[in-house]
């Protein structure tokens, strides 16, 4: 079965941290640039970050430029997403995907919840 399975999310404090997987199963992520995006509640979804599939560069939105880091382990078939100085603002669902570009992506998880709050 062809998949992609979040996990890492929860409640956080602000100023916490949380580190967020992206699992897939049934493919290889090798051959894909795989993507972080969030929706919360009432807002449209926002592109968090992106790591290509080629040579690892990646995409911050501004919003988390400094904050967010992506990575990606080949061997495990397996994105990160480690997410520091968390903000109430960073509550969202976080989803990945097979691709940078939502309007493409060939595969979706079914998104994690991330709650900042004190």
């Known amino acids: 079965q062809v998949q992609l399975v979040e996990s890492g999310g929860g409640l956080v404090q602000p100023g916490g941290s949380l580190r967020l997987s992206c699992a897939a199963s049934?493919?290889?992520?090798?051959?894909?640039?795989i993507g972080w995006f969030r929706q919360a509640p009432g807002k449209e979804r926002e592109g968090v970050s992106c790591i290509s599939e080629s040579d690892g560069s990646t995409y911050y939105a501004d919003s988390v430029k400094g904050r967010f880091t992506i990575s990606r382990d080949n061997a495990k078939n397996t994105v990160y997403l480690q997410m520091n100085s968390l903000k109430p603002e960073d509550t969202a669902v976080y989803s990945c995907a097979a691709d940078c570009d939502p309007a493409v992506a060939e595969y979706w998880g079914q998104g994690t919840q991330v709650t900042v709050s004190s």
């Open positions: 049934g493919f290889t992520l090798d051959y894909y640039a």
